[in-house]
């Protein structure tokens, strides 16, 4: 498992979500069934765990400082081609 915010090079993968680690975001993309079987446990286990690692991060001190120097990404307009 990660340890968010760490790095911009760790990634993992619970089920099919897939987690890319980032100094300035943690992306997760994908979905994962949580069944009623010891498999969906072990993943609802390693959600929380995910979970319960960014939370403490985010409400770590300093955290007020890294996230107003997150800005989003700028986009610029254009012409659509097909129109």
């Known amino acids: 498992m990660i340890k968010p915010f760490a790095d911009d090079e760790g990634a993992s993968s619970i089920g099919g ?30 959600l929380k765990e ?14 007020a400082q890294r996230l107003t120097s997150a800005q989003p990404a700028t986009t610029d307009e254009i012409d659509n081609p097909f129109a």
Do not use: F, P
């Open 17 to 46: 979500l897939s987690i890319e680690n980032g100094t300035a975001v943690v992306v997760i993309s994908g979905s994962v069934e949580i069944t009623r079987d010891q498999a969906g446990l072990e993943r609802a286990r390693a």
């Open 50 to 63: 995910l979970a319960d690692k960014l939370v403490a991060e985010l409400e770590a001190g300093g955290t």
